[in-house]
């Protein structure tokens, strides 16, 4: 009998602990200063989804993720419908996708590319190499019959024919990486396995620059703003910038919740100024002044799922991603917050 009460107080000072270290989040909640602009929309799949696109500015979409699915919307994300494929693999992992006009691309593993030119109406897969080195990883669309392709080993191909012939962009890959970002001129960030250094690559370059993590903090993921700078997110809910215009030169980290220690997985882009972050157990920050101050979607801290994802097409057409079927949708603020 002792030893019960002895365990269930241990239990609730546990509890008052756990209570307590959430009470003292500094940081103040979005709903203060405005209405919280994400909004949960209802899939007709649990699997855990990967990537979206729109064909442009229209209200025509696709989402891609596990057991081959592959998702399609004509009212910009509101509702979505499952796109049956006639393949005969239905246990792809599809990681990627990416339009430029009608011409659509797909990438998965175990070594999947699928090319639409008619917005999706119609899909075929296209070969790749045994050779290939690891599995396509990544793909973006760059014009009519263009695309980059990188495999989740750092190999980056590019095609200016529809997929018929692929060149070569660096001599070397870099290993196993954990996760691999494109900026808009071309340029890449590829971090490690372990997450115990990153490399880049430029276009020019013959080979991948390898660089040593400036942090005692393993790196979690690493992209490109809207702002001209690199941001990199590590272990511990910690985040630093390099200087604007200067990928070499970091700042000094932060820590947006530093009474926490959450796992921040993805940082979204809506405008030069204004970033999201993504991170486990529902976590859900913004800053709306180029990162020197953050709030948190405390509205959203009840969807029992972690946030992976944080994905801006347009200042307007934002999503968040997280596991098992979750996608939250921005809707934009009646109100300035």
Request: charged share 20%.
């Amino acid at each position: 009998m002792n030893s019960l009460v002895k365990k269930l107080k241990q239990i609730v000072i546990f509890l008052a602990i756990a209570t307590f270290s959430m009470s003292c989040s500094q940081v103040p909640s979005l709903s203060e200063s405005g209405e919280n602009p994400w909004h949960p929309v209802d899939l007709p799949t649990g699997v855990t989804l990967l990537d979206i696109d729109f064909i442009g500015d229209s209200s025509h979409g696709w989402a891609v993720g596990g057991d081959s699915t592959l998702l399609e919307t004509n009212d910009g994300g509101d509702t979505w419908q499952l796109k049956k494929l006639e393949i005969e693999d239905q246990k792809l992992n599809f990681t990627s996708v990416s339009f430029a006009g009608e011409q659509g691309w797909v990438t998965g593993d175990p070594s999947v590319l699928l090319h639409t030119t008619d917005g999706g109406e119609s899909w075929f897969r296209i070969p790749l190499s045994e050779n290939l080195p690891g599995s396509p990883y990544q793909i973006v669309a760059l014009g009519s019959d263009s695309a980059e392709m990188t495999t989740d080993l750092g190999a980056i191909y590019k095609t200016d024919n529809g997929g018929r012939n692929w060149r070569a962009l660096v001599e070397d890959t870099v290993g196993v990486v954990r996760n691999i970002s494109r900026s808009s001129d071309g340029r890449y960030v590829a971090v490690s396995a372990r997450g115990n250094f990153y490399s880049t690559w430029k276009p020019g370059q013959s080979a991948w620059e390898a660089h040593e993590r400036n942090t005692s903090r393993r790196i979690q993921n690493m992209g490109f703003g809207e702002d001209g700078r690199m941001w990199m997110l590590a272990r511990g809910g910690q985040v630093q910038f390099t200087k604007p215009g200067d990928f070499e030169t970091w700042e000094q980290p932060q820590y947006p919740e530093p009474s926490t220690s959450w796992g921040l997985l993805d940082v979204g882009y809506r405008t030069p100024k204004e970033m999201w972050v993504a991170g486990g157990s529902a976590n859900l920050l913004a800053s709306f002044d180029d990162g020197k101050t953050w709030k948190k979607v405390r509205k959203v801290e009840d969807i029992p799922a972690n946030f992976y994802r944080a994905i801006f097409l347009s200042p307007d057409r934002g999503f968040v991603l997280g596991n098992e079927g979750v996608m939250l949708k921005y809707e934009p603020p009646s109100e300035p917050v």
